[in-house]
């Protein structure tokens, strides 16, 4: 007799399909937890605006300003940063997400249900908030409208995966001299026109290939203006902001794009 399968932390998963409670949509060991709870939703955008108000109340307190451009990014890399850890969780949760992707097309089926929406409702016990499993339902929800995060010879699975390698430490390099301007500006402007020029490009490819790959044709056009055009656009808009201030930071030798 075959074992059953695990939920990727080394647990026994007897409902690998997923829990099919109308509230929650979490899987079966979540829901056995106990104690004070948070919608996931709500975690993330709290995560981001501590990290990004972070960054801009810094600035304020060292240099009694703010300034527009570095909000904007302290806000782009606050994302990237959450980002990054879904993109190493997509990465170790890789056969989960693929189970967990036909729960949700199922799930959908029966309910009508949003499944991003549900997902981002859901409570998640804070014993278990930076859970690689539970997040790694980010994806398997995304996946039903880009069937590559369920599908790992994709381009966009594997693309994503680097970006939650390889950003993290720049990012939060970038994120520290546009804040504290402890780098020279040369060396912050070579970072950042490296890191912002693969957000852009690598992006920019990704769209391209869900429309060659006519992945478009399987969803709605609300779905896909929201979900490929919207959410990509901010990543390909806030990299193209980073080059700019990249190349002043190099020809200007010193950081008075940023206000300083």
Not at 128 to 149: E, H, K
Not at 181 to 204: C, E, S
Not at 220 to 232: A, C, E, H, P, Y
Request: proline share 5%.
């Amino acid at each position: 007799m075959k074992d059953a399968p695990t939920d990727g932390e080394g647990k026994k998963d007897n409902n690998p399909r997923g829990d099919m409670d109308s509230n929650r949509a979490l899987p079966e060991p979540d829901l056995r937890q106990t104690g004070p709870s948070v919608p996931a939703g709500l975690f993330a955008a709290l995560l981001v605006s501590v990290l990004a108000l972070f960054g801009m109340g810094t600035r304020y307190y060292t240099h009694g300003d703010l300034n527009l451009i570095h909000s904007v990014l302290s806000l782009f890399f606050s994302v990237n940063l959450l980002v990054c850890y879904w993109e190493i969780c997509l990465f170790f949760r890789r056969d989960y997400i693929e189970r967990r992707t036909d729960y949700w097309t199922e799930r959908q089926r029966e309910t009508g249900r949003t499944p991003a929406g549900e997902f981002l409702a859901s409570r998640v016990p804070l014993t278990r908030i930076f859970s690689p499993t539970v997040w790694a339902d980010a994806w398997a929800t995304y996946a039903q409208y880009d069937s590559s995060y369920a599908d790992r010879r994709t381009f966009g699975f594997n693309v994503d995966i680097g970006n939650g390698f390889v950003t993290p430490l720049p990012t939060l390099m970038l994120f520290a001299a546009y804040t504290f301007d402890f780098l020279p500006a040369l060396y912050a402007g070579i970072l950042g026109a490296m890191v912002f020029w693969q957000w852009v490009y690598a992006t920019t490819l990704y769209c391209v290939s869900f429309f060659v790959a006519k992945r478009q044709t399987r969803i709605s056009r609300l779905q896909t203006f929201i979900f490929i055009i919207v959410i990509n656009s901010f990543w390909v808009l806030c990299a193209m902001l980073g080059l700019y201030v990249s190349v002043r930071l190099i020809m200007d030798g010193n950081y008075s794009v940023l206000g300083y």
